[in-house]
């Protein structure tokens, strides 16, 4: 695939979803780390169900910590893995409070050094809260990268370093949001919707669903 075929694509994309963005509720950079720590192996869906009841008892470093993990494990545990979740969590809290004047680091390194937190929910992090050109990997951008050949890979990070390289600069904010929206609404897993692709035609996939 070539340069100008990528820029098309996204250019279609991003007309057909202007506004692109995480589904997860937040309001804060900090909202947005706990949302995205709680959302390993969840449903956005089910996370906001969990942070609608949560963040309104708490929703900074502080009040969280204040918390104590034994009310987060059970604000929480409708959520898998809550029990390491609620542990991080209130880990990363503390970080928070004593080394950052609890605000949300926005460097990657800084990021991954944080309990629970790692280089997929930074990307996301560094991306939604702080509009950096990065891309976190998940099921959704790896299928479409692959099926379209955006960026062809066999692993996750090698998906994300040949998109970094091949996205065109002015698609590489809004990128991952695009792929994840796309993946989860059109190029769906099972059942992809081709013929209301607004991509069909540029597309590479072989086993079109028409």
């Known amino acids: 695939m070539n340069a100008e075929t990528r820029s098309e694509m996204f250019a279609r994309l991003l007309k057909q979803i202007p506004n692109p963005t995480t589904e997860l509720n937040y309001s804060t950079s900090f909202e947005l780390l706990v949302a ?17 009841i949560l963040f309104p008892l708490a929703n900074t470093p502080e009040t969280i910590f204040e918390l104590g993990e034994d009310t987060l494990r059970e604000t929480i545990k409708s959520i ?10 209130i880990q990363t809290c503390r970080i928070l409070i004593d080394k950052y004047n609890s605000e949300v680091p926005e460097t990657r390194k800084e990021l991954e050094a944080l309990p629970g937190v790692g280089r997929k929910t930074a990307n996301v992090v560094l991306n939604t809260a702080f509009g950096q050109p990065t891309i976190a990997v998940d099921t959704h951008i790896y299928r479409v990268a692959n099926r379209t050949a955006i960026a062809s890979g066999k692993t996750v990070l090698e998906v994300e370093k040949k998109l970094i390289k091949f996205i065109p600069d002015e698609f590489k904010v809004p990128a991952h949001h695009l792929m994840i929206l796309h993946g989860r609404y059109v190029c769906k897993a099972r059942s992809p919707h081709c013929p209301d692709c607004t991509l069909l035609d540029l597309c590479e996939y072989e086993e079109k669903n028409i």
């Not at 995205?36 to 609608?52: I, M």
């Open 80 to 89: 898998g893995l809550f029990n390491s979740k609620a542990k991080h969590i």
């Open 36 to 52: 995205v720590t709680l959302s390993a192996q969840a449903t956005d869906k089910s996370v906001n169900q969990v942070t609608d």
